[in-house]
């Protein structure tokens, strides 16, 4: 197979609109370390790298062992460079290692600078679940333990490593919001994951989804996006203007009725699409809110 991608395809194979499940956590994390006086800009720029490289490493690294599992062949949904012929298995692997090559980098500069040397095994742990989600013999993305995953990592372990290389402690409120961001991601997965289950059934690819049913899977997605808001609520004893996080119902709001009326197939990308929107504008005025109390 000879690499005729574009650069706009290589672009749309990272998928630029799962980015805001990177970015959020570390603005929530740096607004959580500002609400304790301990903001550093520069600290907060390396967390973010860090968490951007990872989210399209891991973003490669799907496509790359979806594709040549052949899981991707009838799949509904964003162009892959695998599974649709456009790039080789091994220039779309060397891109996911690239990026993880990257996040390395930035992250061990971010330990050397703090101090917090036990850091780089968090990082070991969060490159390797990033490759084992679809790769290698049993990846666990292919066991219904991908919202799990992401919930760890694109949730606690993003939220508050920000916090803790800028203050070297945990806060309530840093646990909260991690909590909160861990419950967006894992729903940004989840209506993912429920737009494929019909594909992903025949293929083998025993996500949590597939494994829960249709009617069980929307069940959960309103679950998951409804922690946020009660996050918002109970952090108001903290501030008053995290209440602010509750305007994200506007985004949120159309897609939970989505769920609800049984969306299928491509009528369920605007909810993936809008529950991201969602979670970064929650994170953008939560960390302003955590701001306000430091």
Same mark, same amino acid.
């Given at each position: 197979?000879? /690499?005729?991608?574009?650069? &706009? #395809?290589?672009?749309?194979?990272?998928?630029?609109?799962?980015? !805001?499940?990177? =970015?959020? !956590?570390?603005?929530?994390?740096?607004?959580?370390?500002?609400?304790?006086?301990?903001?550093?800009?520069? #600290?907060?720029l390396l967390a973010l790298l860090v968490a951007l490289a990872l989210q399209v490493g891991v973003n490669y690294a799907n496509d790359y062992s979806d594709g040549v599992r052949g899981t991707?062949?009838?799949?509904?949904?964003?162009?892959?460079?695998?599974?649709?012929? +456009?790039?080789? !298995?091994?220039?779309?692997?060397?891109?996911?290692?690239?990026?993880?090559?990257?996040?390395?980098?930035?992250?061990?500069?971010?330990?050397?600078?703090?101090?917090?040397?036990?850091?780089? &095994?968090?990082?070991?742990?969060?490159?390797?679940?990033?490759?084992? %989600?679809?790769?290698?013999?049993?990846? %666990?993305? %292919?066991?219904?333990?991908?919202?799990?995953?992401?919930?760890?990592?694109?949730?606690?372990? &993003?939220?508050?490593?920000?916090? %803790? =290389? #800028?203050?070297?402690?945990?806060?309530?409120?840093?646990?909260?919001?991690?909590?909160?961001?861990?419950?967006? @991601?894992?729903? +940004?997965? +989840?209506?993912?994951?429920?737009? /494929?289950? !019909?594909? /992903?059934?025949?293929?083998?690819?025993?996500?949590? &989804?597939?494994?829960?049913? /249709?009617?069980?899977?929307?069940?959960?997605?309103?679950?998951?996006?409804?922690?946020? $808001?009660?996050? @918002?609520?109970?952090?108001? $004893?903290?501030?008053?203007?995290?209440?602010?996080?509750?305007l994200t119902a506007v985004l949120v709001v159309p897609s939970a009725r989505r769920v609800t009326r049984g969306a299928s197939g491509m009528a369920l990308i605007p909810v993936l699409r809008d529950t991201s929107m969602a979670m970064l504008v929650w994170a953008l005025l939560t960390a302003g809110a955590f701001a306000a109390v430091g």
């Amino acid at each position: 197979m000879s /690499d005729m991608a574009t650069t &706009a #395809q290589w672009i749309e194979g990272a998928r630029p609109r799962t980015l !805001p499940n990177s =970015v959020a !956590p570390v603005l929530l994390g740096a607004g959580a370390a500002a609400a304790l006086s301990a903001f550093s800009w520069w #600290q907060s720029l390396l967390a973010l790298l860090v968490a951007l490289a990872l989210q399209v490493g891991v973003n490669y690294a799907n496509d790359y062992s979806d594709g040549v599992r052949g899981t991707d062949a009838e799949r509904v949904g964003p162009l892959r460079l695998v599974g649709s012929g +456009v790039a080789s !298995p091994t220039s779309v692997r060397a891109a996911a290692f690239a990026c993880f090559a990257v996040a390395a980098v930035a992250g061990l500069v971010l330990v050397a600078v703090t101090g917090h040397w036990w850091l780089i &095994a968090v990082g070991a742990v969060s490159i390797a679940g990033a490759w084992y %989600y679809t790769g290698g013999a049993k990846p %666990y993305g %292919y066991s219904g333990f991908g919202e799990a995953a992401v919930f760890l990592f694109f949730g606690l372990v &993003a939220v508050l490593g920000t916090l %803790y =290389v #800028q203050s070297g402690q945990i806060s309530w409120l840093g646990a909260a919001g991690a909590v909160a961001m861990g419950s967006f @991601s894992a729903a +940004v997965l +989840v209506s993912n994951n429920l737009r /494929d289950v !019909p594909t /992903d059934a025949v293929s083998g690819k025993r996500t949590l &989804a597939v494994r829960l049913g /249709d009617g069980r899977t929307r069940i959960l997605y309103l679950a998951l996006v409804s922690v946020p $808001f009660a996050v @918002s609520i109970a952090s108001a $004893f903290a501030t008053p203007w995290t209440l602010l996080g509750l305007l994200t119902a506007v985004l949120v709001v159309p897609s939970a009725r989505r769920v609800t009326r049984g969306a299928s197939g491509m009528a369920l990308i605007p909810v993936l699409r809008d529950t991201s929107m969602a979670m970064l504008v929650w994170a953008l005025l939560t960390a302003g809110a955590f701001a306000a109390v430091g």
